[in-house]
């Protein structure tokens, strides 16, 4: 897109202790730079307002990606993905910390909103604004459009994802290969470590720059500590600058807003910023929702070469509904498959000699569980969440599905990765997924579509914001990310976040 900038904009990045703070006077701050924030951002921008994007991680280039799975939980993750559920079992909840957010690290798959999140936001929580559904629409054609969503291109695709292919034909399943915010992906298999290839369309990569070059501003390393208020109504944020490597604390920022703060600091942060700046509601950091996921390693008689092609390149949405499922290919890297192979030492080393034929496919559960997300003693996020028995149900025959799919592509044995059940299984032993454990510590699962913790919902005692992204009872505070969002949907949520966002932002230009 080519742009004529309207003034010079800035980056201001980490600044040490004992320097002077540093003061901004904008029109609006947003706070994170991740799918919800830069999608609002650049709304704003494109308006004709001034900006301030207030970023608690570091801005890096494509070429400064890590290679490896220990570099990108350093340098991306956030706290190094040490965050876990709290509950019966405890399963890592992940969330980038970069310019970027978290959209840096994740496979960019696009799914629109489907028709029933608008209808069920209704009846459920009183959302009635005129025309939602539409307008989310609109804007993910737009989002489409800008952000090159493209389906993943043949060259690109892998066997792991046309065996994929394969299976759920054999099976008569609906299914597809992925559309991507991807431009002419290449096929490298590194999305979870960020495309250095610059194929993959992180918000660092186009909506945060686009939001330096129409004169806006840019601070990295700027944990928001609180959002500050004046005549009752939200006027800015500020906080300390922090040392991506030492972690330490530097120089204090603040920014002052005339026309509005807007939170996306994600689903794991945002409610925690609210309580941190006084926001009383019975409804802050409930309705915590996931659509938790786990893999089935299928094992082949020929190469698969798992992480030639696309990180993701396959799905069927075909069992949202009924039972409440999407199944995906998810190629992660070596030292994550060792990571999930039971055994060590030498029969580790024996059981990875299979690497090359084994291919990992995955289901994530539409789960219908609530938890909460509050601050723990020191101030860090605590998530209490665990599936209720309905939920497991679902995972477990989510799980079962993606064996019975590695079969019908011609796998010879699964590896379930199910403690309690054999190392392998055959053709004629799903049933042993079909009917294990119901225990959610018997597998090894992640969530990382989040949502919930400051819910919409028109009645304040039920959600922190309103069907506008307003924090109820509080002038020019709103919320614009995923955290607002207070049912799970079923599909990859980054095309609905950044789509609401965006109706979000445009309410308060129009
Ligand atoms: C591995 C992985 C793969 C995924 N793949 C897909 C996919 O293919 N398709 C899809 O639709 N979804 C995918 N997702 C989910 C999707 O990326 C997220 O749902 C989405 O990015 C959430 O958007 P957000 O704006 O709520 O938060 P984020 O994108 O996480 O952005 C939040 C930002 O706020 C910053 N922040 C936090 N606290 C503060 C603070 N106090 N001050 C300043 N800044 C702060 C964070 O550093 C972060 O940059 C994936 C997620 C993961 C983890
Ligand atoms: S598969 Fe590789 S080239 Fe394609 S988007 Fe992901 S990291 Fe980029």
Redesign the pocket.
């Known amino acids: 897109m080519s742009l004529t900038p309207r003034a010079a904009g800035r980056h201001i990045t980490f600044e040490a202790f004992g320097q002077p703070a540093v003061e901004l006077d904008v029109d609006f701050v947003v706070?994170?730079?991740?799918?919800?924030?830069a999608a609002a951002a650049v709304i704003l921008a494109r308006a004709g307002h001034s900006v301030a994007i207030?970023?608690?991680?570091p801005w890096r280039a494509p070429v400064d990606y890590p290679h490896s799975t220990y570099g990108t939980m350093r340098d991306l993750f956030?706290a190094w993905g040490g965050l876990v559920t709290q509950s019966r079992a405890l399963w890592p909840v992940?969330?980038?910390?970069?310019?970027?957010?978290?959209?840096v690290?994740?496979?960019?798959?696009?799914?629109r909103t489907p028709g029933d999140c608008f209808e069920r936001w209704e009846r459920e929580y009183g959302i009635t604004a005129r025309g939602l559904d539409k307008r989310v629409w609109d804007h993910q054609d737009r989002l489409e459009h800008e952000l090159s969503a493209e389906i993943v291109p043949p060259d690109a695709r892998g066997h792991s994802n046309t065996l994929a292919m394969d299976g759920a034909e054999a099976l008569g399943w609906d299914s597809h290969y992925m559309v991507?915010y991807a431009r002419a992906c290449e096929g490298t298999g590194q999305c979870?470590q960020g495309c250095r290839k610059g194929r993959k369309q992180s918000t660092n990569v186009n909506y945060v720059p686009e939001v330096l070059e129409r004169g806006g501003y840019v601070i990295s390393c700027?944990?928001?500590d609180r959002v500050a208020f004046a005549d009752g109504r939200a006027a800015g944020v500020a906080?300390n600058f922090r040392d991506p490597v030492t972690r330490r604390s530097g120089s204090r920022f603040r920014v002052r807003a005339t026309k509005g703060v807007l939170l996306?600091?994600?689903?794991t942060?945002t409610p925690l910023?609210l309580a941190r700046s006084g926001i009383k509601s019975k409804a802050l950091g409930t309705l915590f929702r996931a659509h938790p996921g786990t893999g089935i390693f299928g094992v082949y008689d020929h190469p698969v070469d798992q992480n030639v092609g696309a990180t993701?390149g396959w799905a069927s949405t075909a069992f949202r509904v009924d039972p409440g499922l999407k199944l995906e290919t998810l190629a992660i890297p070596p030292e994550m498959v060792a990571g999930r192979l039971p055994g060590g030492g030498a029969e580790l080393v024996r059981r990875f000699r299979e690497y090359r034929n084994i291919a990992m496919w995955v289901a994530a559960v539409r789960a219908e569980s609530a938890g909460t997300i509050k601050p723990g003693f020191f101030g860090n996020p605590v998530v209490r969440y665990q599936l209720d028995e309905p939920d497991m149900h679902r995972f477990r025959s989510g799980l079962a599905m993606v064996a019975r799919m590695h079969f019908a592509a011609g796998a010879k044995e699964i590896i379930p990765c199910i403690h309690g059940l054999p190392y392998k299984l055959g053709p004629d032993e799903v049933d042993q997924i079909e009917e294990g454990p119901l225990d959610p510590r018997n597998y090894i699962a992640i969530l990382?579509?989040?949502f919930g913790g400051c819910p919409m919902s028109a009645d304040p005692r039920q959600g922190v914001v309103d069907g506008n992204g307003k924090v109820h009872g509080v002038e020019a505070l709103y919320v614009v990310?995923?955290?607002a969002i207070p049912t799970t949907i079923g599909v990859?949520?980054?095309?609905t976040?950044m789509a609401l966002a965006s109706v979000w932002a445009e309410n308060l230009v129009s």
Do not use: Y
Request: aromatic share 0%.
């Open positions: 706070v994170g730079s991740g799918a919800g924030g207030v970023e608690a991680g956030d992940v969330q980038a910390s970069c310019v970027g957010g978290t959209t690290i994740n496979s960019a798959i696009v799914v991507r979870l700027a944990p928001v906080g996306a600091a994600s689903v942060q910023l993701q990382s579509h989040l990310d995923a955290s990859n949520p980054q095309h976040i």
